[in-house]
């Protein structure tokens, strides 16, 4: 069983959560994920790991609510247990060499973004850093970036804070007008990340993809996770979990990952249903 030690509302449907796993926070790196089970009956759910206390043994973990699994997960309070808290999974983000990135996160993919751009800073890379949202509500980690970053670029759909539209736009700026980045890496809706590599493609800046397909077991195994890339004219399939999550942007088939992710939207949402009324039963 793993306390979770601190919970935090960072919007309407987003949740911070630090969780006692002192063996997870010795290991993990930017970039890697956990899974967890709520209780002994639940679903095993992947959220990457946004941030670690080595000394404290903690690790932060921020998720949207969007689901069954992340519902329940949001019931539990500062002093409760998970039953499962495995990891770290994946290959962490690859770092070494990069002297001036971009960093381009959206919505609750910036939980995934803030602990790469941290890495960045400390290894004395220059960050910039795009972060977008739907509206002012909706913003989060906005001083966490701002303490990361060398600047600093946040949009919202709406306008109704920072800059208006999405985050190619100060991206395709940037790049026209000669930024040289080392690499862009970007991590948040898979139509968000597919627009950012298809803005850099013209000017041939390197892109990275951090990639959230469905995960059940995350070992390889299972092959839910698959993706297809695209690697010199060959169709080539690759596991998120084992592979990834981060890929080379350009070899990436968004559209198959798009049409993938969509498969089980209707019976997650009734299971989501389910869920929020069961939990109103017993708080009656």
Known sequence: MYKIVE?????????????????????????????????????????????????????????????????????????????????PLGVATRLDGLKKVCVVGGGVGCAIALPIAEALKEMGAEVTSIIGFRSKDLVILEDEFKSCSTALKIMTDDGSYGEKGNVTIPLKDMLEKGEQFDMIITIGPLVMMKYVVETARPFGTPVTASMNPIMIDGTGMCGGCRLTLNVDGKKVTKFACVDGPDFNGYEIDFDEAMSRGRMYSSFERHAYEDTCNLFNKEVR
């Open 7 to 87: 919970k935090k509302i960072l919007n309407p449907t987003v949740v911070q959560l630090q969780i006692e796993a002192p063996l997870v926070a010795n290991k993990a790196r930017p970039g890697q994920f956990i899974i967890l089970r709520v209780d002994e009956d639940g679903e095993r759910i992947p959220l990457t790991v946004a941030g670690v206390n080595k000394d404290k043994g903690l690790v932060k973990i921020i998720y949207q609510i969007v689901g069954a699994t992340t519902k329940k997960l949001s019931y539990k309070q500062a002093g409760d247990y998970l039953q499962d808290f495995v990891g």
